[in-house]
Each structure stands twice: as structure tokens, then as C-alpha cells.
């Protein structure tokens, strides 16, 4: 159990000191993912930024995700839910452009620019409040290997289930997960606070480091 995301983050820091990075960048997955960086930020000292993928639902239920998706455009499908579905991928073009307007606007928000600094060839510590379907996590590293091309990516996340951190530790250069219960419900249940975290606390958070 964690007290809240800053505990989540202090006690993924303490894990990520010991994996000798000296140099790179810290991407967070707001909102949540943000508080958690910003600890890992400071007890590393390395820069943070946000990279927002967002989840894809089925046109007759949003709540239902089909996928993810970047804002550079890097899409991923369950091919298993839309064909049980009966859905396309060129079904949901019209989904996947408003999420990636949504994205667009939130990255103006929290960082005033829809553009990168220049992370080709860096370490980058992929940090989240947590994974549950993995859909957001994956499309998050697929753009950053699109954008970037980094050296390593570390993804760090408090807790998983272990079939979705196990695709996932596939995906990345080397994973970090602290806690993967059997039974897993939701990521909430492992935290006594786990409130929503608000816009103008991520931009806080970010304009602070």
C-alpha cells in the first residue's frame, strides 16, 4: 500500500537511484503520473516533462476502451475487442481525431507548446500513477520510441497486474514495478489517498521543478 502518489513516488525514486542514470529526462503521464515524477525528479535531479496519451472508447460507449492513442498520432488497437465489436480501425478515424485534439489542448495547457526540446538519444524514465489495461502506458512508449529514439527507456510505475506488466516489461528497455497483486481490481484500491489530481496542480507541478 502507498499513502498517497508522493509516497508512490519517493519509494519508486529510492528503486530508481540505484539504476545509474545520470543523465535524461523524466516523462510523466498526467494527471496522475505528474505527482509521482515530480518526486522522482527531485530526488534524482533530472528534468520532467508530460507526454498525454489518451484512452480510445467504442462510438457507443466512450468508457469502453478499443485503444490508445498519442499526439503525434501513434494509434494501438485490442484487435480482440474490436473484432468482438464487429468494429474496423477506419470506423474510429473520427474518434481518434478528437483525442488527439484533446491532446493538443492539454499540452498547450500544462506546457504552452505542442513541441518537443530536442530528447533523441536520451535515458527517459516513463513514470505513471499506475497500469491497469496498459492500453495508455503502451501507446505512450511506442511515441516515445517514435519521437525519440532514446538510449533507454525505464518504465516506472507503482502497481500492475502481472499479465499487463509483463507485455509491457517486453516493450521497454527495463521495468520497474513495485507491487503486482494476483488480485488486482483497480489501481485506487492500493493507495489510502488517491484522490483526482487537478489541471493547475500538473502545470503547478511542472512550472515548479
Do not use: W
Not at 493538443?104 to 526540446?117: A, E, G, T, V, W
Not at 527507456?153 to 527495463?174: F, H, R, S, Y
Not at 485506487?188 to 488517491?194: A, E, I, L
Request: proline share 5%; glycine share 6%.
Amino acid at each position: 500500500m502507498f499513502k498517497d502518489r508522493n509516497d508512490a513516488g519517493n519509494k519508486l525514486a529510492i528503486e530508481l537511484l540505484n539504476k545509474n542514470i545520470s543523465s535524461g529526462l523524466i516523462m510523466a503521464i498526467p494527471r496522475g503520473g505528474v505527482v509521482l515524477a515530480a518526486a522522482i525528479s527531485k530526488q534524482l535531479k533530472l528534468p520532467m516533462d508530460v507526454i498525454i496519451p489518451k484512452k480510445i472508447g467504442a462510438p457507443f460507449n466512450p468508457e469502453l476502451a478499443v485503444g490508445a492513442v498519442t499526439q503525434d498520432g501513434v494509434v494501438i488497437y485490442d484487435n480482440y475487442i474490436l473484432d468482438m465489436l464487429g468494429l474496423q480501425e477506419d470506423q474510429m478515424q473520427n474518434v481518434v481525431e478528437e483525442k488527439i485534439n484533446e491532446i493538443k489542448r492539454r499540452m498547450l495547457l500544462y506546457r504552452d507548446s505542442i513541441n518537443y526540446p530536442n530528447y533523441t538519444g536520451k535515458e527517459i524514465i516513463l513514470v505513471d500513477d499506475g497500469v491497469a489495461t496498459g492500453y495508455t502506458v503502451l501507446a505512450a512508449i511506442k511515441s516515445l520510441y517514435h519521437l525519440f529514439e532514446p538510449k533507454r527507456l525505464l518504465l516506472a510505475v507503482p502497481v500492475g497486474p502481472p499479465d499487463v506488466i509483463q507485455k509491457l516489461t517486453k516493450q521497454v528497455d527495463e521495468m520497474l514495478c513495485l507491487l503486482e497483486p494476483k488480485q488486482f481490481h483497480s489501481v485506487g484500491q492500493y493507495f489510502d489517498n488517491f484522490d483526482q489530481v487537478e489541471d493547475e496542480n500538473v502545470i503547478k507541478l511542472l512550472q515548479n521543478q
